[in-house]
């Protein structure tokens, strides 16, 4: 008898029939004599719903009620499915994330979860009871309601597999596993069998939306065995989620590309060229909870440099207000340019660490098809680029071909 636990999407409960599909797959693994814990997402295209649903009552929906209302969402969800199994006959209990008690910080809409009370779901289980809990909530000490962003079910999927050290964390959803890239836009993309927790935190990181990065943050940390399954096929291994494989970094150099849509690009110019000038640009924007990610700092000339760096696309316009209302002028720089028409792509693999002219190889690639480089990062597993948008799908079908990344031995 092993303890599971099931994660489903919001596609594979996307409606009553598929619910009730869902049910029958948890009886198997029941009947098996396994102890299951299942968490789910609200039904495909619900929580846009709830949020449109908001911002007709309230242009910029207060944070707080906005988790009031989108919260709902996984809550149908976890009803539904808990009569599902009833209806035949198996015993099922439902949790809200503030029922299983799962703690969180009071960041509404992209909380993060401190810590979760396991202790009523083992004596449900002892009990034989198949638990349905709702992903992406929880409650911050005050007993808010909070959720945990785009992504957050599989969070809390791995996170209540961590706190049960539960078995194996199965995340199913409407791919068969991770493949070495998005397969509508590369139709030759592969399924792979094994990728590191390593490789799968740079995929989910860089626009890869198999996987929430949290989650993957989550499974490394405590060891959580994860695997990436279909709820639409009824046979099928998906993509075990692995630590390190020495005999793989020898032969895969690069596993996928992955790759970003909603990037935008923010240049702040004629920044004075000083110690703390960095802080002095990015603090304002860190306070104002919005995420940064690739940064490059220009050598300066005349006392002066310029400062780019990239943000969600969301995000854009309340960066670019930010710095041109409250920093440009405090810290003497010359202009506030953006650009929301940026895409990210990435070239990851472990076997990067032992293997040099990934980097020449990529740049060439792009070169050869005339697609300019505006932005560049490392690391000692990824290489990111950022371009035109204009340029995304053609720039990862030829770097996909370039890495023979369909080829099987790959």
Not at 18 to 45: D, L, T, W
Not at 99 to 119: H, P, Y
Not at 153 to 177: H, P, R
Request: negative net charge; glycine residues 8%.
């Amino acid at each position: 008898m092993a303890l599971i636990v099931q994660k489903y999407g919001g596609t594979s409960v996307g409606s009553p029939e598929r619910i009730k599909n869902v049910a029958q797959r948890i009886a198997k693994y029941k009947a098996q004599g396994h102890q299951i814990v299942v968490v789910v997402s609200a039904m495909s295209g619900e929580t846009n719903r709830l949020i449109a649903l908001a911002k007709e009552i309230q242009s910029n929906p207060d944070p707080r009620e906005l988790d009031v209302v989108i919260s709902t969402g996984e809550q149908v969800t976890i009803g539904l499915l808990a009569m599902a199994l009833k209806d035949l006959g198996l015993p099922a209990k439902s949790y809200t994330g503030s029922q299983v008690k799962i703690l969180t910080n009071s960041a509404f809409t992209k909380a993060r979860i401190v810590s979760i009370d396991e202790e009523n779901m083992r004596n449900d289980l002892d009990n034989g009871d198949i638990l349905i809990v709702a992903g992406f909530q929880g409650m911050d000490e005050a007993g808010n309601i909070t959720t945990l962003g785009r992504g957050g079910s599989d969070t809390t999927g791995v996170a209540i597999a961590a706190a049960l050290n539960a078995d194996e964390c199965q995340i199913y959803t409407d791919v068969d596993g991770v493949y070495t890239t998005d397969p509508r836009v590369v139709p030759e993309a592969r399924r792979l069998k094994t990728i590191t927790f390593e490789e799968m935190l740079e995929m989910a990181s860089l626009g890869s939306k198999v996987l929430q990065i949290r989650s993957v943050e989550f499974a490394g940390k405590y060891k959580v065995k994860l695997r990436v399954l279909s709820s639409f096929e009824e046979e099928g291994e998906g993509t075990l989620i692995t630590f390190e494989d020495n005999d793989k970094m020898e032969q895969a150099i690069i596993s996928g590309i992955a790759f970003n849509r909603d990037e935008a690009k923010i240049t702040v110019l004629g920044v004075p060229d000083k110690p703390g000038i960095a802080y002095q640009v990015l603090g304002p924007v860190a306070d104002a909870n919005i995420d940064v990610d690739m940064i490059i700092q220009n050598v300066g000339v005349d006392g002066t440099t310029d400062f780019s760096f990239t943000v969600h696309r969301n995000e854009f316009a309340k960066a670019m207000d930010l710095l041109k209302n409250q920093v440009q002028q405090h810290i003497g720089a010359r202009a506030v340019v953006g650009d929301d028409k940026t895409a990210k792509v990435s070239v990851v693999g472990v076997g990067m660490r032992s293997h040099v002219g990934i980097a020449s190889k990529m740049f060439r690639t792009l070169a050869e098809e005339g697609i300019n480089i505006q932005m560049i990062s490392t690391s000692e597993i990824k290489i990111s680029v950022v371009i035109d948008e204009k340029y995304l799908e053609l720039a990862v079908r030829v770097l996909h071909k370039a890495f023979d990344l369909e080829q099987e031995d790959a």
